[in-house]
């Protein structure tokens, strides 16, 4: 029901779109009232879902869920952009055009080192999911398969693979979003993608036979999985490497709505196996969704990136030329807390060398102190008691408050008087995230971008990502109570001269 629904709402969208695209003409005013300075955003039109993260020739790769006839969702494409140090963005020519087959919904892309697949040595291949809309619209089951296109020239034209689709449908409405790696011990490529409320994994020698190796999923949970990930990754400070499966829900998440979970378990080249009751949350924020890694990287470091929206309110968000952003690129790391392996997530850290210096400032209650409007606020705090927090605001009266509930161990962002949530009544509120330990001493390190901010606390042990709408940048941050304990340091974005922003 839940899936048909999905599609329905998917397909109804597609029709507001064509309305859109008329006024989207006229309602050009103040278009970028809320475009981040340092988030990566389309030049125009829709975005969701990162797509086909790949490093290749120096370059990263950051291909997009896009529409580009409107600011809704509509028939789907693969945008692209490229960076060399995940800090600017270079925009390029879409990638990917919907064709008999479908549109092009989310995928991965890989380089295939030995011609595996028989394109040319080091190759760069996206394996995608088409969604055949005629299909669908008929009345058919099998209207979502896996297909594959490749690029012999660093990304920038591909050719759709004659043989499409290479995994075929047996009859699941949602069978989408393959992610693809090479398994190095056992010599395989290794496909995860979701289907309705599990996922499946696939193997390969080729990347155009494949076959059904196993499911991973949660008893008698019906909620919709989208946009999986699977990888090893070392634990830190231990000789121990563990399997995680990243997988993205489309309800439910911690604080309502869609939101990215994970798992930590182990792969033995055919089943993922891990408790499935231990479910956690990559972000507690309400807005990194579809969070995925980037394949071939030069190094062990992982990194990944989500979309930076929720699908409750995405389409109805105030921007008005461009609608979505992505979240910083993050390093995510698994560390043994208390017992327990935890997924940790800090920007990269070339975003971090990306803000000037700055000073450490302290904060007394009654003098506000200014802010830049891009800006890493680094804070170190000891809280004593009850609901201590910090605000910031602007002339117009805009807050957006950050705290945290000593007695509970947990902290929150709270957006509801922070700008315009007219447009959804699942915007506005207050919410948190767990920290899965308590010191005396919190470290917050919150990335302020206009119309977004993401915090990270204690390196990255819970993080929280949010947008908000504020009529004006929030430039003034005051501190909730009267405390020695807290130390301030405000780092501005410097512009791509080097200036701070
Ligand atoms: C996730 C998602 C994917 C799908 C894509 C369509 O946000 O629904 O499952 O491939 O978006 O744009």
Known sequence: MKTILFCNIMFALSFIACREKATDKVSNVDSDVHR???????????????????????EYHLFYQYYPDSTVWGPMHWGHAVSRDLVSWEHLPIALYPDSLGYIFSGSCVIDRDNTAGFGANAMIAIFTHHNMEKEKDGNTDFQYQSLAWSGDNG??????????????????????????????????????????????????DLKTWSMASSFGIEGDKRLWECPDLFPIKVEGRNETKWVLITS???????????????????????????????????????????????????????????????????????????????????????????????????????????????????????????????????????????????????????????????????????????????????????????????????????????????????????MTEIFFPAEPLNLLSFGRKNQNISINFRAFKNKKGQPG
């Open 36 to 58: 981040p300075l340092y988030h990566f955003t389309p030049d125009s039109m829709w975005m969701n879902d990162p797509n086909g993260l790949v490093y290749h020739n120096g």
């Open 156 to 205: 920038r034209t591909f050719t759709k693979y004659q043989g499409n689709p290479v995994v075929k449908n047996p009859g699941i409405r949602d069978f989408r979003d393959p992610k693809v790696r090479w398994d190095t011990q056992r010599k395989q490529w290794v496909m995860v993608f979701a289907a309705y409320d599990k996922v499946l994994l696939y193997t390969s020698p």
């Open 249 to 463: 829900i489309q309800k439910e998440a911690p604080n309502g709505g869609t939101g990215t979970s994970y798992f930590v378990g182990e792969f033995d080249g055919k089943h993922f196996k891990a408790d499935p009751s231990n479910q956690k949350w990559l972000d507690y924020g309400k807005d990194n969704y579809a969070f995925v890694t980037w394949s071939n990287l030069p190094d062990d470091r992982i990194i990944g990136i989500g979309w930076m929206s929720n699908w409750q309110y995405a389409q109805q968000v105030p921007t008005i030329r461009w609608r979505s952003a992505m979240t910083l690129p993050r390093e995510v790391r698994l560390k043994k807390i208390n017992g327990s392996y935890t997924l940790t997530s800090v920007p990269d850290s070339r975003l971090f060398d990306a803000f000037e210096a700055g000073v450490a400032t302290a904060i007394q209650s009654d003098h506000p102190v200014e802010i830049p409007k891009t800006c890493l606020i680094d804070i170190k705090w000891v809280p004593e008691d009850g609901d201590e927090n910090i605000s910031m605001t602007n002339s117009k009266g805009d807050t957006l408050v950050i705290g945290c509930l000593v007695n509970e161990r947990k902290i929150y962002i709270d957006r509801s008087e922070a700008g315009d949530s007219t447009f959804s009544r699942d915007f506005a509120g207050k919410h948190f995230g767990v920290l899965p330990q308590w010191q005396d001493t919190l470290r917050l390190q919150l990335f302020l971008d206009v119309a977004s901010i993401e915090l990270f606390a204690n390196n990255g042990e819970c993080s």
